[in-house]
């Protein structure tokens, strides 16, 4: 087995991580619109809002910056960019848990389950069906 290969690999992800930049509502709104409907020039995200719809220029300007911090990419053509995400849905739902858990958790994950079975009456049935999942999830590493 290639270790260094696999250390590579492991670090490449771990910088993955680090680096994504928090996102603001309007930021994640439109990095939706991507996941949704896979790559869009800006002028069609325009039509995914109600009146009244935001400024082109305005959304341009955010996907910019989802481009800036790595969210999207793009690809040329003529004058036009056509704009596509880049970072998963699952990859993203991944960091932002972690960011949570890490920020108001100290890093505890048993302490933000045990938050939410405190807060959000979850039932013994939902709590067995956790820990089924969890020993599957532990077989399968």
Do not use: C
């Not at 036009?80 to 995400?85: E, F, P, R, T």
């Not at 079975?117 to 013994?124: G, H, P, Q, R």
Request: net charge neutral; hydrophobic share 35%.
């Amino acid at each position: 087995m290639n270790y260094s290969l696999i250390n590579e690999i492991s670090f490449i992800f771990a910088i993955k991580y680090i680096v994504m930049e928090r996102l603001t509502g309007k930021e994640e709104e439109i990095l939706e619109f991507f996941w949704r409907e896979g790559p869009l020039f800006v002028k069609q995200i325009l039509e995914f809002y109600n009146e009244p719809r935001p400024h082109i220029n305005t959304l341009s300007t955010i996907v910019r910056s989802l481009e800036e911090k790595g969210y999207v990419s793009h690809r040329s053509f003529g004058n036009s960019y056509q704009y596509y995400a880049v970072v998963s849905h699952n990859d993203f739902k991944k960091h932002t848990l972690r960011n949570v858990i890490s920020k108001y958790f100290n890093n505890s994950y048993l302490g933000a389950v045990s938050s939410f079975i405190e807060e959000e009456d979850v039932s013994l049935k939902e709590l067995e069906r956790l820990v089924r999942e969890a020993k599957n999830a532990n077989k399968k590493k």
